[in-house]
Every structure is written in C-alpha cells, then in structure tokens.
C-alpha cells in the first residue's frame, strides 16, 4: 500500500543548527511527495512538494529532494530560526484522490 | 480566489450526543474535498473523501459518516459520538485529480467528547 513514515519528534534545536527531517514512503507507482507545515494556532499549509525522481522542492530555506533509490524526501534547513518552530508532515499522492500524511514532527527552537 | 471555511472552530459535546461539523468552499467549482483527523500525539489520518457531489469514499470504518450535498459542501457527522473521536478535524480541498495537485486545508476544528 501507500504510506508515509516520517522520524519521530519532538525534535529541539537551537537557532542557526542545522535541520534534518527524515521521511521514507511506500508507493506504486509515481506519487508526488510533498511537505506541509502547522504553525501553531493555524490549520496546514503547503510548505514545498517535489513532484518527480530527483526534484528537489525548496521554499524559505527549506529543502527536499525527491530520492526514488531510497525512497526518501528528507527535509532540510541549513540554519533554523525560532519562527520555523512548527508541526512538519510528509506526505505523499500516489495515483488517485487521496493524500497520505505522516506522523507529523513537531519542531522547537529555542532562542 | 479560492477560500474554504470550517466551522466551529471549538466543540465540547458529550458522549452519545450527535455531530455535525460542515466545511464550505468558495471561488472554485467541482473540488474534491476531503476530512482528515489528528489525534493527539500521531499524524493525519484521512477519514473520507469526495470526488462529487454524493459520491464519498471512505478510508476506515469508524463511528463517522461524511456527505455532499452539495457541489462546495461537506459535512462530517455521527449520530453517537465517542470518546476516541476526540481530536482535531480538518477539512481540506484540490483543484485536480492529478498526483501534484495541493490539498488546501482549513483551520480545522477541535473537538473533545467527555
């Protein structure tokens, strides 16, 4: 079947560290994978998506790069700030209507 | 543009009471549309999905019902609440069947049964 397996949080770093999100997926055939991120008090949004092998999706720092030999769109961030502390899910859209999220991994940095 | 709107944002009900929350989408026609839950302490989990109106698909047998009655509207129910379906419900929209289309989500709703 289609799933996402996404490292467990929570995950504490302090500002400018550098960031790494693991996620590894179980698909057929071609999904599109995606990232979305949960401020706090705030519903989901769209934070990159990669939407073939070795794409590389990227937005404000963030960075993931579609790995179809091993399965894995890892997030990255060189150097995180206290306003990228949030809820992070991988996720993953194989060939019909619906969207298979991960865990979720819940992010804090501290000052 | 396209904006969707869940509502009510909290909800306190007990168990064994009914529920109904509704999810409304304006500026786009024919969206599919779809519900998903978070529970406390794991990730998304998605509950029902539509592709038109009165056509709902459902992901796993729970104590939940979806319907569309309309072409922008879907609504989330049960007619006996239980205590595991405590959580945090969202309510989501894309454009497209295709694989890279975006799911475009609302500001979800917090619901606790006691």
């Known amino acids: 079947g289609n799933s996402v397996t996404q490292m467990e949080g929570p995950v504490t770093l302090s500002e400018e560290a550098f960031l790494t999100i693991n996620c590894t997926y179980t698909?057929?055939?071609?999904?599109?994978l995606f990232w979305y991120v949960q401020y706090p008090g705030e519903g989901l949004q769209l934070l990159l998506k990669?939407?073939?092998?070795?794409d590389k999706g990227s937005n404000k720092g963030f960075e993931a790069t579609y790995r179809k030999e091993t399965t894995s769109f890892h997030l990255e961030k060189g150097s995180v700030q206290v306003s990228d502390s949030a809820v992070y899910f991988c996720?993953?859209?194989?060939?019909?209507?619906?969207?298979?999220f991960g865990a979720g991994t819940r992010l804090t940095v501290k000052p | 543009s396209q904006t969707i709107h869940q509502w009510p944002a909290t909800l306190v009900q007990p168990v064994g009471s009914p529920l109904s929350l509704e999810c409304t989408v304006e500026?786009?026609?024919?969206?599919?549309l779809y519900w998903y839950r978070q529970a406390a302490g794991r990730g998304l989990q998605l509950l029902f999905y539509?592709?038109?109106?009165?056509?709902i698909s459902s992901e796993v047998p729970q104590n939940l019902s979806a319907s569309r009655p309309q072409d922008r509207q879907f609504i989330l129910s049960s007619k006996k609440l239980l205590l595991s379906d405590s959580g945090f419900y969202l309510c989501?929209?894309?454009?497209?069947?295709?694989?890279?289309?975006?799911?475009?989500f609302g500001s979800g709703t917090q619901l606790s049964v006691l």
């Open positions: 989501a929209w894309s454009r497209e069947l295709a694989t890279n289309e975006k799911l475009f």
């Open positions: 539509s592709v038109g109106i009165g056509q």
């Open positions: 990669a939407t073939k092998a070795d």
């Open positions: 996720a993953l859209k194989p060939n019909n209507n619906d969207m298979r």
């Open positions: 698909a057929t055939g071609y999904p599109s």
């Open positions: 500026g786009t026609s024919n969206p599919n």
